[in-house]
């Protein structure tokens, strides 16, 4: 089992920044692939951004070249930077782990961000 906690949410205004953060507890390894997600009202659920081992990253269109995504794997942390946030990226950002064997997805209970003047 694996449990998530998300941190870092808030009310920022456009153009703003924020960084979001997810402390990982129970079996993960730096193997397993973590990831953000993020809910908008009315919309499907769609990732944000996903880092694997080695660190590769992939990112929405979205959202590349404003939002960097790591790790710790040392403190089973993974961050989302995210910069020159728009009204759009209003949502819940949800922390996601795959494991790397099972393809089994792990969520955490999100954290909202709103991106409001």
């Known amino acids: 089992q694996v449990q998530l906690a998300e941190s870092g949410g808030g009310l920022v205004q456009p153009g703003g920044s924020l960084r979001l953060s997810c402390a990982a507890s129970?079996?993960?390894?730096?193997?397993?692939?973590m990831g953000w997600y993020r809910q908008a009202p009315g919309k499907q659920r769609e990732l944000v951004a996903a880092?694997?081992?080695?660190?590769?990253?992939n990112y929405a269109d979205s959202v590349k070249g404003r939002f960097t995504i790591s790790r710790d794997n040392a403190e089973n942390t993974v961050y989302l930077q995210m910069n020159s946030l728009k009204p759009e990226g209003t949502a819940v950002y949800y922390c996601?782990?795959?494991?790397?064997?099972?393809?089994?997805?792990?969520w955490g209970r999100g954290t909202l961000v709103t991106v409001a003047s």
């Open positions: 996601n782990v795959q494991k790397v064997l099972t393809r089994t997805n792990y």
């Open positions: 129970g079996r993960i390894f730096s193997t397993d692939a």
């Open positions: 880092i694997r081992s080695g660190g590769t990253t």
